[in-house]
């Protein structure tokens, strides 16, 4: 007769209570901090925290500055530890979350759009974080509290604060943000606290006036002008010093009190109103006699040619006025627009809606002495990047701050006033996923434009150049690059007036940021690529590129195709070691999109087997429907866009916090 088994059930039950205890906290909680862990560092001081697994909420194995609720993180605090390193790309895991605290440390690079989604309260005060602030945190309904102050961000602020009603405390202090404040401010209207002393911010802070909540308002040091507002004036706590407000008294009829630092007396008498009133008129009138004089110029002025899409898609050229020459792109004229021919009257129209939703440019002048030293002397470790229209370095400052330096070969521009117009037209294109340029220097026979630095270079390299267990693409990604791409491509394409070709898209050109969100690159350059076959290279060229005067928009959509087929199967677009008929990836993929059980064989093994099949058959005929031989039945990028949300939206991990968005919501139209 058999013995009875008894340790061996014993050990099952153990088992079975082992798990159920290992399965205290959330699962996508632990994976999280577990990502937030290793992009810190991995810090000692960090007790109990580990990069991979674990049970944070388990009360005998708690992690330093973490807080449970049953089974969820609810609290993060790691202020004032000292850490390094960056926050990740997964924090938008940690959905119970309402508040992470991280100020007070040395942590860098770009703030991360993947954030916990419904926070209450955000402080990243005190850290290196360079970027803007994501529009991500525009989705938080419930956020009460913003704190970035004392970082290195920099750029304009979008007009991401329509649906934040419950902010209270916003604190943008010591960075480097520059233009107008966003209208949207407008619709806070529980914001109590607004500190933006020692920034670059511009213009008026009429906006400011709308939000009757305030009672502590610091606008110290940074370039703000005209009047203040006379209910501003009302605040309790009101720090006004070292901006460019107007002197004197404010014009009648403008609710505006005298500027700081002039005579709080608000009756002005009747004397100089009357002398206001005779300025401003005769102001105007001198702009409207300028204007008829610049309009009748432009009808004998020598003009250059540049490049534009017409409305069939094909390249032209157009006769554009150059630009006057000028130390500053802040007192660059913006350039002509690039118009078809068209009358008198048209091109009036045209001019002055032009003028209606275009604002001052505001971007660094760097020397070339500077852009040198910052380079090593343009030493070779520092490049990172060369094609047809020059070299790109990288450049590091001592604050941490790390750019990208696009130098032009000296012969590129016939006049500085030829850079300084490119330079304005790209400044142009604002879109969260076109690579932002953020200044230029135009000095004799040194031309280069700086611009954003993304710390995981192109998706080429991530791809192709990395190891794939080392820096893993997730299909969740995967689709995020190609959608974030589309968006960028759509804007230009279909949201700009008139619309932008690129002519050079390819993975190389898409950039990877910290979170490896997608910047497309070398946007606004499309004149320098006269031979499209020899600037993107053998596998992105369509078929109608045998002639250079063949290229279209819907040209730029093949090249995005065939990027999407690298991310679907991890090859090059050309690959010479391959046999003969798997050389080319068009080729060699497209007859396969479209079978179900051929796909699944052609996918990226990196991915092992992880990605949800009907979104991977889904991805792969947009593929098919970009690649096709005949341009006319190429879909616009907009349908692209909308076909990859659609993706998107059938990956579970992706449905709240992906970091996607409409280009329409996001950008605003340039005339350029």
């Known amino acids: 007769m058999p013995r009875p088994r008894r340790p061996v059930a014993v050990l099952l039950l153990l088992s079975a209570v082992l798990a159920v205890a290992v399965a205290k906290t959330d699962r996508a909680d632990v994976e999280a901090l577990n990502v937030l862990f290793t992009s810190m560092k991995k810090p000692s001081k960090l007790d109990g925290w580990k990069a991979d697994g674990g049970d944070p909420c388990d009360d005998d194995d708690g992690w330093r500055g973490v807080d449970c609720s049953d089974s969820s993180v609810t609290k993060i605090d790691l202020s004032g530890l000292d850490l390094t390193g960056n926050l990740g790309y997964q924090l938008s895991g940690l959905k119970s979350v309402t508040k992470f605290d991280v100020s007070d440390n040395k942590l860098s690079g770009e703030i991360p759009y993947a954030l916990p989604p419904n926070l209450v309260q955000l402080n990243l005060q005190g850290n290196a974080f360079t970027g803007g602030i994501p529009f991500s945190v525009s989705q938080m309904s419930d956020l009460e509290t913003l704190n970035v102050g004392s970082n290195h961000l920099n750029g304009q602020l979008t007009d991401m604060f329509s649906q934040l009603p419950k902010l209270s405390t916003m604190d943008l202090s010591d960075n480097r943000f520059s233009g107008n404040l966003p209208q949207s401010f407008q619709h806070l209207t529980d914001l109590k606290t607004l500190n933006l002393e020692g920034n670059q911010f511009t213009g008026h802070v009429d906006v400011l006036a709308k939000l009757s909540s305030l009672e502590d308002l610091n606008l110290q040091n940074n370039k703000f002008t005209g009047?203040?507002?006379?209910?501003?004036?009302?605040?309790?706590?009101?720090?006004?010093?070292?901006?460019?407000?107007?002197?004197?008294?404010?014009?009648?009829?403008?609710?505006?009190?005298?500027?700081?630092?002039?005579?709080?007396?608000?009756?002005?008498?009747?004397?100089?109103?009357?002398?206001?009133?005779?300025?401003?008129?005769?102001?105007?009138?001198?702009?409207?006699?300028?204007?008829?004089?610049?309009?009748?110029?432009?009808?004998?002025?020598?003009?250059?040619?540049?490049?534009?899409?017409?409305?069939?898609?094909?390249?032209?050229?157009?006769?554009?006025?150059?630009?006057?020459?000028?130390?500053?792109?802040?007192?660059?004229?913006?350039?002509?627009?690039?118009?078809?021919?068209?009358?008198?009257?048209?091109?009036?129209?045209?001019?002055?809606?032009?003028?209606?939703?275009?604002?001052?440019?505001?971007?660094?002048?760097y020397s070339s002495s500077e852009l040198q030293a910052a380079t090593g002397n343009w030493h070779s470790s520092r490049l990172i990047g060369q094609g047809t229209v020059g070299r790109v370095y990288k450049a590091k400052y001592a604050n941490g701050q790390v750019l990208a330096i696009k130098k032009f070969d000296p012969?590129?521009?016939?006049?500085?006033?030829?850079?300084?117009?490119?330079?304005?037209?790209?400044?142009?294109?604002?879109?969260?996923?076109?690579?932002e340029i953020v200044g230029y220097c135009a000095e004799t026979g040194q031309f280069m434009m700086v611009y954003e630095h993304h710390t995981n270079g192109s998706l080429y390299e991530f791809l192709h150049l990395s190891d794939d267990y080392s820096k893993p693409l997730t299909w969740d990604t995967r689709v995020r690059i190609a959608l974030g791409t589309a968006q960028a491509l759509e804007y230009l394409h279909e949201i700009c007036s008139p619309p932008v070709i690129h002519k050079n898209i390819k993975s190389s050109n898409v950039l990877l940021d910290a979170d490896l969100n997608p910047h497309l690159s070398d946007c606004g350059l499309a004149f320098f690529y006269e031979d499209p076959n020899e600037s993107l290279g053998p596998g992105y060229s369509p078929p109608e590129?045998?002639?250079?005067?063949?290229?279209?928009?819907?040209?730029?959509?093949?090249?995005?195709?065939?990027?999407?087929?690298?991310?679907?199967?991890?090859?090059?677009?050309?690959?010479?070691?391959?046999?003969?008929?798997?050389?080319?990836?068009?080729?060699?993929?497209?007859?396969?999109?479209?079978?179900?059980?051929?796909?699944?064989?052609?996918?990226?093994?990196?991915?092992?087997?992880?990605?949800?099949?009907?979104?991977?058959?889904?991805?792969?005929?947009?593929?098919?429907?970009?690649?096709?031989?005949?341009?006319?039945l190429r879909p616009p990028m907009s349908e692209v866009s909308q076909e990859l949300t659609g993706c998107v939206q059938r990956t579970a991990s992706s449905r709240r916090g992906g970091g996607l968005y409409s280009a329409s919501m996001r950008s605003d139209v340039s005339d350029w």
Request: glycine share 8%; charged share 20%; net charge positive.
């Open 545 to 632: 590129c045998a002639r250079p005067s063949g290229y279209t928009m819907k040209s730029d959509v093949y090249s995005f195709g065939v990027i999407m087929l690298e991310l679907l199967t991890g090859r090059r677009s050309y690959d010479s070691s391959k046999p003969g008929n798997e050389q080319s990836l068009v080729q060699f993929v497209t007859p396969q999109l479209r079978d179900s059980d051929a796909l699944g064989a052609v996918a990226d093994p990196a991915l092992r087997g992880l990605y949800p099949p009907k979104a991977l058959s889904r991805f792969a005929d947009v593929i098919a429907r970009c690649v096709q031989s005949d341009p006319k």
């Open 227 to 365: 009047w203040i507002p006379s209910k501003l004036k009302k605040i309790d706590s009101l720090k006004t010093d070292g901006n460019q407000w107007s002197s004197g008294s404010a014009p009648p009829g403008m609710d505006k009190g005298s500027s700081a630092g002039a005579s709080s007396s608000e009756g002005s008498d009747g004397g100089i109103n009357g002398f206001l009133i005779g300025a401003l008129v005769i102001a105007v009138l001198l702009a409207a006699v300028i204007l008829l004089s610049v309009l009748q110029m432009k009808r004998s002025s020598p003009v250059s040619s540049h490049y534009y899409m017409d409305d069939s898609g094909h390249s032209s050229t157009v006769n554009m006025k150059p630009l006057e020459k000028s130390a500053s792109i802040d007192s660059v004229a913006l350039p002509a627009l690039p118009y078809k021919t068209m009358n008198d009257n048209e091109f009036q129209i045209k001019l002055n809606s032009s003028r209606r939703i275009s604002e001052p440019i505001s971007l660094v002048t």
């Open 411 to 435: 012969l590129s521009f016939s006049e500085r006033s030829d850079f300084v117009e490119l330079v304005t037209g790209i400044s142009r294109l604002r879109q969260p996923s076109i690579n």
